[in-house]
């Protein structure tokens, strides 16, 4: 498999990264956004993000197990640690927590319009 059948992916993920961020940042702004806009952004990319895994535990980690060497492993580990992931910043960790919150609220609302 050539280097750009793996970039382009996972190019395509992080513009549907940005789209699910962008989403999320209208909500928790409190923008008139339509649920069912979010909802698909949101599936979308986890539906790509799911189907983009299988296709890497079934093709390409058999195919590093086949042809990596135990010094390379060693490179690829060292690369990776190196590296903090933006995912699991507390920047992050912050806008998880207030749209948790936002999503709480606008559920409450809703309950209480119910009754």
Do not use: C, Y
């Not at 799911?50 to 042809?67: G, V």
């Amino acid at each position: 498999m050539p280097s750009g059948a793996i970039i382009v992916p996972h190019q395509k993920g992080a513009e549907r990264l940005r789209s699910v961020a962008h989403a999320i940042n209208n909500v928790l702004a409190d923008r008139e956004v339509l649920r069912q806009n979010v909802d698909t952004i949101v599936r979308d990319f986890i539906d790509h993000e799911r189907r983009h895994m299988m296709m890497e535990d079934r093709d390409f980690f058999p195919a590093a197990l086949k042809a990596l060497k135990p010094q390379d492993w060693t490179e690829i580990a060292a690369a990776v640690t190196s590296r903090k992931d933006p995912l699991f910043s507390d920047v992050a960790e912050e806008r998880f927590n207030a749209l948790r919150t936002h999503i709480m609220q606008l559920e409450q609302e809703a309950e209480a319009d119910r009754k």
